[in-house]
């Protein structure tokens, strides 16, 4: 699987983006989708993911009610939408893909990231 995020920008807090990671490579839907996010200094972190087939998500204590993962799959992309950005939202964004029934720590194929940054 080959991954790669856009979307990302300067935008102030409380407002909204949405990232798109675009999917390309066969049996998708033996795979998770997720998004992590690396803030300068800081380790990686877990953000959401979604099943390509079937319909489970998960989204992260820090975003829930404000980030929302879905996916296309005619189009092979899966998004983020992240509304009432925080500063603290401020961060490198990654999506990565992990085979079904594997755990976390099994994410991989690691896209180049997208840069969001919130002002206040």
């Known amino acids: 699987v080959q991954l790669q995020a856009s979307g990302g920008g300067l935008v102030q807090a409380g407002h909204s983006l949405r990232l798109s990671c675009a999917a390309t490579?066969?049996?998708?839907?033996?795979?998770?989708i997720g998004w992590f996010r690396q803030a300068p200094g800081k380790e990686r972190e877990f953000v959401a993911q979604?099943?390509?087939?079937?319909?489970?998500?998960y989204h992260e204590d820090s975003v829930k009610g404000r980030f929302t993962i879905s996916k296309d799959r005619a189009k092979n992309t899966v998004y983020l939408q992240m509304n009432s950005l925080k500063p603290e939202d401020t961060a490198v964004y990654y999506c990565?893909?992990?085979?079904?029934?594997?755990?976390?720590?099994?994410?991989?194929?690691w896209g180049p990231g997208t840069q969001v940054t919130v002002s206040s």
């Open positions: 979604i099943s390509w087939s079937g319909s489970l998500t």
């Open positions: 490579g066969r049996a998708l839907s033996n795979f998770f």
């Open positions: 990565a893909a992990k085979l079904r029934g594997s755990d976390r720590a099994a994410y991989g194929s």
